[in-house]
């Protein structure tokens, strides 16, 4: 029996004396909740996760497909990489004309052997204007959520205006419940009781993103 059968059957004992709703188990759930702030054109709801990347502390870049492998090889050359992590399904262009070590996303790379990649480079689901997040979904451009987690350094390449969405409620529409998903705002960062600021505690102390026009 593993660990979730135990703690399941736990839950179960437990609520072995609670009434049970006998409404129906496919009872519609209400929707009826704001779905947007406001309308934007395409524009301006890129213009907005921006902002709001921005607000977060992470570094925002613009690029066009014929730009993009030059911007990703500087911002690599910044950073200092001498390595970097790729998914299987990354675009290989987008890394080509960097000169540095490649190491490709594998089941069985240790959180030690990932710790030593000084960055990755993924795609990403979608992205969320009004909260200035992006989402991964263990898709092949952008692996399994743990090399975007430990490397220090994460580029994360998105699509506009095509994978930007307005709000939260759009992006689940999506968005696959049964994939790994990861969401991020910014650079990983934690604050103690006296408010101060601790980046790469939980993730990538310096995310980069490039907003591809298409």
């Known amino acids: 029996m593993s660990s979730r059968d135990v703690v399941?059957?736990?839950?179960?004992r437990a609520l072995a004396d609670v009434p049970?709703?006998?409404?129906?188990?496919?009872a519609p759930v209400p929707r009826d909740y704001l779905r947007t702030h406001g309308s934007r054109t395409a524009e301006e709801r890129v213009a907005l996760l921006a902002e709001n990347l921005a607000e977060y502390r992470a570094l925002v870049h613009h690029s066009d497909a014929?730009?993009?492998a030059v911007l990703i090889t500087r911002l690599l050359d910044?950073?200092?990489?001498?390595?970097v992590l790729v998914p299987p399904g990354l675009d290989p262009s987008?890394?080509?004309a960097a000169d540095l070590t490649r190491i490709h996303d594998r089941a069985a790379s240790t959180a030690r052997e990932l710790d030593t990649v000084d960055s990755v480079v993924?795609?990403?689901?979608?992205?969320?204007?009004e909260t200035g997040t992006i989402v991964l979904d263990g898709s092949p451009d952008q692996?399994?959520?743990?090399?975007?987690l430990i490397p220090d350094h994460h580029i994360c390449v998105v699509r506009v205006p095509d994978q930007v969405v307005d709000s939260v409620p759009q992006a689940l529409e999506r968005l696959d419940p049964a994939r790994p998903l990861?969401?991020?705002?910014?650079?990983?960062?934690?604050?103690?009781?006296?408010?101060?600021?601790?980046?790469?505690?939980?993730?990538?102390?310096?995310?980069?993103?490039v907003l591809l026009s298409e």
């Open 8 to 12: 399941l059957a736990r839950v179960r």
């Open 94 to 96: 987008w890394t080509a």
């Open 182 to 209: 990861t969401w991020v705002s910014g650079p990983s960062a934690t604050s103690d009781i006296e408010l101060d600021r601790v980046e790469g505690v939980h993730g990538p102390r310096k995310l980069e993103v």
């Open 20 to 26: 049970r709703d006998e409404g129906p188990a496919d």
């Open 122 to 129: 993924t795609g990403c689901a979608v992205a969320i204007a």
């Open 78 to 83: 910044e950073h200092g990489a001498r390595s």
């Open 143 to 148: 692996g399994r959520r743990r090399i975007s």
């Open 66 to 68: 014929n730009g993009l």
